[in-house]
T-cell receptor, first 114, second 108 residues
Framework: NAGVMQNPRHLVRRRGQEARLRCSPM?????VYWYRQLPEEGLKFMVY????????ESGMPKERFSAEFPKEGPSILRIQQVVRGDSAAYFC????????????FGPGTRLTVT | EDKVVQSPLSLVVHEGDTVTLNCSYE??????LLWYKQEKKAPTFLFML????IEKKSGRLSSILDKKELSSILNITATQTGDSAIYLC????????FGAGTRLTVKP
């Protein structure tokens, strides 16, 4: 059973471009969470999704950031018009139904904005 | 504002020592507290604690939650160099709040 998969592992974007980060949860997991880890800081919750639903997006910046988890395919975190401050490691985690707290993390995508 | 505070921020010990890592939380709508070990990659799940006073163990690691004190500890006995990592705790419900982590270094 493959773990949580994220791609790309490294992403370089210039200021003003769009960044798309993908997350495929573990098989059987229907819940996806996105976190951001800034340099020298802890993980910060961004958004919690189930298939086709955003359950909690209280940690998402109000502008430029969006997330989706379609019926088919991976969850996508989209950052429009990236700025230098968006440079961070973005982790996705998934959990199975009924065990929402057992979150298993993917390897992360390191976004660098130049 | 919800917050999770870990202490110490960093800790250096020698192999064989026992360490205790602390986590305190102020989280609305608390459901569980999680401990993770983060090396150079993504955090790996260690423990989930929901009930106060019940110790969870996995090998040399153990953890317990105190809901009255809004805190948890993670103990590691007979430490090894492979235990060197950042240990993260998180508390909350769906929107887990993470602490800054404790950086543990175990010297041979």
């Amino acid at each position: 059973n493959a773990g949580v998969m994220q791609n790309p592992r490294h992403l370089v974007r210039r200021r003003g471009q769009e960044a798309r980060l993908r997350c495929s949860p573990m098989k059987g997991h229907s819940h996806v969470y996105w976190y951001r880890q800034l340099p020298e800081e802890g993980l910060k919750f961004m958004v919690y999704l189930q298939k086709e639903n955003i359950i909690d997006e209280s940690g998402m910046p109000k502008e430029r950031f969006s997330a989706e988890f379609p019926k088919e395919g991976p969850s996508i975190l989209r950052i429009q018009q990236v700025v230098r401050g968006d440079s961070a490691a973005y982790f996705c985690a998934s959990s199975p139904p009924g065990l929402l707290d057992e979150q298993y993390f993917g390897p992360g995508t390191r976004l660098t904005v130049t | 504002e919800d917050k999770v505070v870990q202490s110490p921020l960093s800790l250096v010990v020698h192999e064989g020592d026992t360490v205790t890592l602390n986590c305190s939380y102020e989280v609305t709508n608390f459901r569980s507290l999680l401990w993770y070990k983060q090396e150079k990659k993504a955090p790996t799940f260690l423990f989930m604690l929901t009930s106060s006073g019940i110790e969870k163990k996995s090998g040399r690691l153990s953890s317990i939650l105190d809901k009255k004190e809004l805190s948890s500890i993670l103990n590691i006995t007979a430490t090894q160099t492979g235990d060197s990592a950042i240990y993260l705790c998180a508390g909350g419900n769906n929107d887990m709040r993470f602490g800054a982590g404790t950086r543990l270094t175990v010297k041979p």
